[in-house]
Nanobody, 117 residues
Framework: QVQLVESGGGLVQPGGSLRLSCAAS????????MGWYRQAPGKQRELVAR???????NYADSVKGRFTISRDNAKNTVYLEMNSLKPEDTAVYYC???????????WGQGTQVTVSS
């Protein structure tokens, strides 16, 4: 049974930080690209950050220099460290796993991140 279990979302002040975690089970984690995506109300879901099985990383331009993605294959977990948060970062954040296809194979349930004073 495949599960991606996210944690770490919440309410934070502008300029604050949060760390999101996504623990995967039921997949051979080391074979998968792991990504963080977000969707704000009325907007398309967008890629925030992605890390491949060999450690290659890319970020959306809007989060470069502020967010850091990392993975721990021993723990089957991917993290997103978010710093200098802005109100426009407010969204539901989703963990996604994909192997070779363009489409995401598995999604987490999403965790709400709200940046507000």
């Amino acid at each position: 049974q495949v599960q991606l279990v996210e944690s770490g979302g919440g309410l934070v002040q502008p300029g604050g930080s949060l760390r999101l975690s996504c623990a995967a089970s039921g997949i051979t984690f080391r074979f998968y690209r792991m990504g963080w995506y977000r969707q704000a109300p009325g907007k398309q879901r967008e890629l925030v950050a992605r890390v491949t099985n060999d450690g290659s990383i890319n970020y959306a331009d809007s989060v470069k220099g502020r967010f850091t993605i990392s993975r721990d294959n021993a723990k089957n977990t991917v993290y997103l460290e978010m710093n200098s948060l802005k109100p426009e970062d407010t969204a539901v954040y989703y963990c996604g796993a994909n192997r070779n296809a363009l489409a995401i194979d598995y999604w987490g349930q999403g965790t709400q991140v709200t940046v507000s004073s």
